[in-house]
């Protein structure tokens, strides 16, 4: 008597290796939502590390307007300055130095609230975008918070004690706050 061989696969191997084939496929699904929303993260922390510097940069360039920079800044909070600073190069400065404050603070205000996402209407990059700014003789210290996509943990209640603080009282505590704190000192 023979024996007959097999040929083929059976219909349970290959449900078998379509279940395999699924989970592999919802893994990899899975690793390309995370990665997406860890990238979106970093995108939202480096524009913020962007924006902290951007302030030390301007108080740098009108050092003697430096205590005035001092301060809560989210949308809203500036209205726009009388004099408008921006110019071509020319050999007459157009502004006085508190007066180039403002101007600096109100287009500074402007790209931490989002205001051309606003006017696009896209999404805004910092949701809920406050910058605090703390000075302390010559140490400046800037925050910027905003709230993150997912609750983690609050941001801002990692701050330590201390003059120049600004962390914990910057933006709305939840658990959704995320923060840069950039520290610095300006040389007067």
């Known amino acids: 008597m023979t024996i007959a061989s097999q040929q083929g696969a059976s219909l349970v191997e290959v449900l078998v290796s379509l279940l395999i084939l699924a989970f592999g496929l919802l893994g990899a699904l899975k690793l390309h939502s995370a990665t997406l929303q860890n990238s979106q993260d970093v995108l939202q ?5 962007q924006l902290a510097l951007s302030i030390i940069e301007l108080m740098r360039l009108n050092t ?7 301060g809560r800044y989210q949308h ?8 408008d600073c921006h110019s071509e190069l020319t050999e007459t400065p157009r ?9 600096q ?4 205000q402007l790209q931490l609230t989002g205001a051309r996402e606003r006017l696009e209407d896209s999404p805004r990059l ?13 140490n400046v210290e800037v925050v910027i918070s905003w709230r993150g996509r997912q609750s983690l943990f609050d941001a801002g ?17 939840s658990d959704y706050r995320r923060s840069v704190r950039l520290v610095s000192v300006l040389h007067l």
Not at 45 to 49: M, P, Y
Not at 76 to 81: D, F, H, T
């Open 95 to 103: 502004c006085t130095p508190p007066q180039l404050r403002l101007w």
């Open 126 to 138: 910092l949701p809920e975008a406050q910058g605090c700014i703390g000075i302390d003789g010559a």
């Open 157 to 173: 209640a990692e701050g330590e004690a201390g003059a120049l603080d600004e962390r914990s009282d910057c933006g709305n505590a």
């Open 64 to 70: 003697s307007e430096i205590t005035q920079y001092q």
């Open 105 to 108: 603070l109100y287009l500074w």
């Open 76 to 83: 809203g909070s500036l209205a726009a300055p009388a004099v």
């Open 45 to 49: 922390r480096s524009r913020a590390s």
